[in-house]
């Protein structure tokens, strides 16, 4: 998919204007109730156009003092992959040595992009948007993205530069794979494995920053790409700090990958941190495979592997969707086994329902469901489509009506599950409660 990187020093505003083009609300997630996480990507829709938003501000932490050499480096994380950028400025505070800094960097991907001149929040602040033009870019946006002004003009450049038949829907030749997970868990060895396989090619590539190292492997005629693997191998030097640094390696990682390998251990089991984790690819769109590593160290009865697995996905509740593997790095058991279900998973992420089919589905089981209950009265379901692939995103239209209730968003996404075989795939579902867009209508 199409994807646009908000870049720019902290305090600008770079998170208000990823809401604002996403109309996402921050989530309260977690276990504990008030815990609030930010999203860094998101699907953004504007008239037909469907693209992806990346805020970089999520990558690393951002704090106030932090060196400009630190933000620079932030912002070029995403550059790799976004196919147009978006410099955000305060236009209250002025051009900042920073933003000309960050204007410089943009410019050198040759990549579109354009500033946006936030905090107008009233008109006659965005003449101040002007002093900005001696950056020398194609266009300068005032907006307010706390109150929304000037955001449909900005959305309308955006998605002007959004090839409508998109060409990365297409299955790409490389698998790019993100191994994840908490310190100890055994991503290096794993890694090592994985690339110590016999008939495994590996060569090394440069990746989008300085310090990235990818590595190609290729199995079975198949190539896969493991994402960052100097980040897999760097270690932290207390824990503390290890902790923090597999949770910014996760995120940067997972921008760059479609199939997540989440390594758990068999051990201590699914904890905390892993399940922030785990949310946070869900939230990317990403298929995930959970590895359960070191299992060599568990004794085993003939029941072990499903109350094991019972209780790993007690903390794991994102990510129902993701199939289950218990393999030891250290022996090599079943290790052989991971390369092949990320091709399935990979190969899942593009599966396409015809139309026909899926309204044949809804019949078949949501009306029913939706009767039964009680409510097929408040939600009057006109059809579906399927929006988008990698990750599946499908599309219900109704007559107005309230929202789908959680229970029903479920059991719906189940039956797709089940129905045509979404392997280790998130499963997006939108409610249209409007006329469908002409785009939609022609599929
Ligand atoms: P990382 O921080 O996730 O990259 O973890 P490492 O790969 O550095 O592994 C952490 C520790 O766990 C090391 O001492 C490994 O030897 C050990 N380890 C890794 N995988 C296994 C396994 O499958 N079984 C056992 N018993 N130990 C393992």
């Known amino acids: 998919m199409y994807r646009v990187a908000i870049c720019g020093r902290p305090n600008v505003g770079k998170s208000t204007l990823f809401n604002r083009m996403t109309g996402s ?22 008239g037909d156009r469907q693209f992806e938003v990346i805020d970089t501000g999520g990558i690393l932490p951002e704090e106030k003092d932090l060196i400009p050499e630190k933000i620079l480096e932030q912002a070029s994380l ?17 051009m900042t040595p920073l933003d000309e800094s960050l204007n410089a960097l943009l410019r050198g991907t040759g990549k579109p992009y354009a500033v946006v001149a936030n905090k107008a929040d009233v008109e006659k602040l965005e003449d101040d948007a002007l002093e900005f033009h001696a950056l020398g870019v194609e266009q300068v946006f005032p907006v307010s993205a706390e109150h929304g002004r000037g955001i449909g003009d900005l959305l309308d450049w955006v998605v002007e530069k959004v090839p409508r038949q998109q060409a990365e829907e297409e ?24 690339v110590g396989e016999e008939r495994v090619i590996v060569t090394d590539l440069p990746g ?20 960052d693997t100097a980040g897999i191998r760097r270690k932290g030097k207390t824990h503390e700090m290890a902790e923090k640094l597999s949770v910014v390696m996760a995120r940067k990682s997972m921008v760059r990958s479609d199939v997540v390998l989440l390594v758990i251990d068999a051990v201590e089991g699914a904890t905390k ?40 996905r007690r903390r794991l509740r994102f990510l129902d969707f993701a199939p289950m593997i218990f393999v030891s790095a250290l022996s090599g058991q079943r290790v052989s086994k991971i390369l092949n279900l990320v091709r399935e998973a990979y190969q899942a992420r593009y599966i396409r329902v015809p139309t026909a089919e899926l309204n044949k589905l809804m019949e078949k089981v949501m009306k029913p469901h939706l009767a039964s209950s009680g409510s097929s009265r408040k939600f009057p379901l006109k059809y579906g489509t399927q929006a988008g692939v990698a990750p599946p995103t499908f599309v219900l239209f109704t007559r107005g009506g ?42």
């Open 402 to 443: 309230k929202p789908l209730h959680f229970s029903t968003q479920r059991f719906f996404i189940n039956q797709l599950r089940q129905a045509f075989g979404f392997y280790a795939a998130p499963i997006r579902l939108l409610e249209r409660r409007s006329k469908p867009s002409k785009a939609a209508r022609k599929r």
């Open 208 to 227: 989008t920053t300085r310090d990235a190292v990818d590595t190609r492997v290729e199995q079975q005629g198949q190539r896969y790409r493991i994402i």
């Open 171 to 194: 299955p790409e030749e490389e698998i790019r794979v993100a191994i994840i997970g908490r310190p100890n868990v055994g991503k290096s060895s794993l890694l090592n494995r994985l």
């Open 78 to 94: 995403a550059f790799g992959d976004a196919d147009l950028l978006l410099l955000v400025v305060d236009l209250r505070a002025g």
């Open 273 to 312: 941190l892993d399940a922030t984790i785990a949310g946070y690819a869900f939230e990317a769109g990403k298929s995930v495979i959970i590895v359960v590593n070191k299992w060599d160290l568990i004794d085993k009865d003939a029941h072990t592997l499903v109350s094991k697995e019972a209780d790993f």
């Open 25 to 46: 609300r921050r989530a309260i997630v977690g276990d504990e109730p008030g815990i609030t996480r930010d999203r860094i990507i998101e699907v953004a829709e504007w």
